[in-house]
C-alpha cells in the first residue's frame, strides 16, 4: 500500500451515488426496496445530499426524508413522533421490550431507572473496565503482523460492555453473544421486501423465522447472564444488572424477570456493535492517512492510556477525540434514525399526516453540501477548533431529543482508551488497496472485513 505523506485531503471510499432518484416508478421502488434490502444507505441520489425535506411515497406508505438540522431535531423532541412500529421488525428479537423500542410512560420509567448507570460519575468508574479492554486488546495482537481488526473489535467492546455491566469477562457466554450478535446484523437484521411492503410489525411476517430463531438463542444466552448472577449474588450493587435485580416498583415489587432480561439484551445489543464499528472505520481512517495517525500517536505517548484515571484525563487527546467525531461525522454507526407521525403537523412547510414516517439520516446530514465544508473529505480538524461537537447542529451521530443514545459518553470514553492503546503499541496500515465500503442495517459495517498490517511500535523506532 502506499503511505506517501498525503497533501490532499484524503476522501475515504463510500457506495456510489445514483444520479437520479430510484424510486419513482412501481419498478424503481422494488429496486430501492431491494439496493435498502442490501444496504440501508445504497439507495440515496444525487439530490437527496442537497435537499433539507422532500415527501416521498414508498410501497403505498406516506414519509417525509428530512435533513435541515433544526426540522430534525423538533421531530426527535417531539412528542407527536413515536419510534416506527415497523422497527420493531428487525430490532425486537434482539431487545424485546426494552428501553430501545419502549414508548410512553414504561419507557419513561425504564430511562430513569438506566440513568444513574451513565451519569460521568458512573462513567468514570468504568475507567479501568476500558483500559483492562485495549490491554486485552493488545495482548491478543502481540506477534501478529496481520490482523483482522473487526473481529477483535468486535471482543474487546463487547469485553467492554459485559465488564462495565455484568462484571464478566468476553468468555464462554460472552463469544456467543458476540458471534450472534454479529451474524444477526449481517443477516436477519437486514430489511426485506416484505419488510418494506408491512404496515405494521406483526404482518407479512413469512421471512422472519430466523429471526425468531436468533433471537432465542440470543435471549437464552442472555438469561444464562442473569441466572448465574442470581445464584452468585454480589454482596453491594457493582453493576447494571445488580441495580435492575434490586429495582422496586412504586409497590415495592421487584421488576419482573421478562423486563430485566429485555433491558440487559437491550443494552447488549445497542453498546457493542456501534462503538466497534466505530473503532473500525476510525482505524480504517488513520491507516489510510498515516500522517495523521502520527500526530494521534504523539499524543497518546505524551501520556499514555494506563494513565487515565478520570474522564478530564481524556482532554489531553484532543486529536485523538477529533479523529473519532470525525469518524462519526462520515460512518455514523447508527446510520438511521426514523420516526412515525402520531398526529397531522407540518415539517418545513411540509404537511405531515398521522402515520407518516419521517426518515433521519446522520450518514446523508453528515454528508449534505449544504450543511458541511468539504462534506466526503476525512478532516478531523474540522472538530479541534470546537469547544463541543454538539454545538455543531449537522453533527448528530447520538441522535437528538429525550431519546439520544443514553450510552454515548461510554462509547466515547470507551473508544478514546482502546484507540490510544492500539496505537501506543502498533503502526496500522491496510494489507491490501481494495476499498472498504461501507454496508447499513442497523448498524454501518464494512462489505468486508480487511486484513490490517501491524508494525509494533518499538520495533517500528530501532
Ligand atoms: C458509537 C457508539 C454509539 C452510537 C453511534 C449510538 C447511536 C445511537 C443513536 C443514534 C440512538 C438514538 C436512536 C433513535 O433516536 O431512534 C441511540 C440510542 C440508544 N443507545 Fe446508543 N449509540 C452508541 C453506543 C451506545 C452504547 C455504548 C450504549 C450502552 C451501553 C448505547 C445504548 C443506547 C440505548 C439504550 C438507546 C435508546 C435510548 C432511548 O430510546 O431512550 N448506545 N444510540
Known amino acids: 500500500m502506499d503511505t506517501t505523506v498525503l497533501t490532499a485531503p484524503l476522501i475515504p471510499p463510500a457506495p456510489k451515488v445514483h444520479p437520479r432518484p430510484l424510486g419513482v416508478t412501481p419498478l424503481g421502488q422494488l429496486r430501492v426496496a431491494l439496493e435498502m434490502g442490501r444496504s440501508l444507505i445504497g439507495a440515496y441520489c444525487e439530490e437527496d445530499y442537497e435537499s433539507l425535506a422532500a415527501p416521498y411515497m414508498f410501497m403505498g406508505q406516506p414519509g417525509l426524508f428530512l435533513n435541515d438540522p433544526a426540522s430534525v431535531r423538533r421531530v426527535l423532541s417531539s412528542p407527536k413522533y413515536a419510534r416506527p412500529v415497523k422497527a420493531a421488525r428487525s430490532l425486537k428479537p434482539l431487545v424485546g421490550e426494552g428501553v430501545l423500542m419502549s414508548e410512553g410512560e414504561t419507557w419513561r420509567r425504564q430511562r430513569r431507572s438506566l440513568a444513574p448507570v451513565f451519569t460521568p460519575a458512573a462513567t468514570g468508574g468504568l475507567l479501568p473496565h476500558f483500559i483492562a479492554a485495549g490491554a486485552g486488546l493488545t495482548d491478543a495482537l502481540a506477534g501478529k503482523d496481520r ?170 487527546w484532543p486529536l485523538l477525540r477529533s479523529v473519532l467525531f470525525e469518524t462519526l461525522r462520515l460512518y455514523p454507526t447508527a446510520p438511521m434514525i426514523a420516526r412515525q407521525a402520531q398526529e397531522a403537523d407540518e415539517v418545513l412547510d411540509c404537511p405531515v399526516v398521522p402515520g407518516c414516517q419521517i426518515t433521519i439520516s446522520p450518514w446523508v446530514m453528515h454528508r449534505h453540501r449544504k450543511l458541511w465544508d ?86 517500528a523506532r530501532a
Not at 413469512?206 to 442472555?222: P, T
Not at 496500522?428 to 490490517?452: C, K, N, Q, W, Y
Request: charged content about 25%; aromatic content about 8%.
Open 147 to 316: 490482523a483482522n481488526l473487526a473481529q477483535t473489535f468486535h471482543h474487546a467492546t463487547l469485553d467492554a460492555v459485559l465488564r462495565a455491566l455484568f462484571s464478566r469477562r468476553a468468555d464462554a457466554e460472552g463469544a456467543i453473544l458476540a458471534d450472534l450478535a454479529r451474524r444477526y446484523m449481517e443477516g436477519p437484521a437486514h430489511f426485506n421486501l416484505f419488510d418494506f411492503m408491512a404496515k405494521g410489525a406483526d404482518d407479512l411476517t413469512f421471512l422472519d423465522g430466523e429471526r425468531r430463531r436468533m433471537g432465542a438463542r440470543w435471549f437464552k444466552a442472555v438469561d444464562a447472564l442473569i441466572e448465574e448472577r442470581r445464584r452468585n449474588p454480589h454482596p453491594e450493587v457493582l453493576d447494571m444488572l445488580d441495580r435492575l435485580l434490586a429495582a422496586r416498583d412504586e409497590d415495592d415489587r421487584p421488576l419482573p424477570d421478562q423486563e430485566i432480561r429485555d433491558q440487559c439484551s437491550s443494552m447488549l445489543a445497542a453498546g457493542f456493535e456501534t462503538t466497534s464499528r466505530l473503532l473500525f472505520w476510525a482505524t480504517y481512517l488513520l491507516a489510510l492517512d498515516p500522517v495523521t495517525q502520527s500526530r494521534v500517536r504523539a499524543e497518546v505517548a505524551a501520556f499514555p492510556s494506563e494513565r487515565v484515571a478520570s474522564l478530564d484525563d481524556l482532554k489531553v
Open 374 to 459: 468539504a462534506p466526503t473529505a476525512f478532516r478531523p480538524e474540522r472538530f479541534l477548533d470546537q469547544a463541543h461537537p454538539w454545538g455543531i447542529e449537522a453533527f448528530m451521530p447520538f441522535g437528538a431529543g429525550p431519546r439520544v443514545c443514553i450510552g454515548a459518553g461510554f462509547a466515547l470514553a470507551e473508544a478514546q482508551i482502546v484507540l490510544a492503546s492500539l496505537l501506543e503499541r502498533f503502526e496500522v496500515a491496510m494489507a491490501s488497496d481494495r476499498p472498504v465500503i461501507p454496508r447499513a442495517s442497523i448498524t454501518l459495517g464494512p462489505d468486508h472485513e480487511p486484513e490490517f498490517v501491524l508494525t509494533p511500535i518499538v520495533q
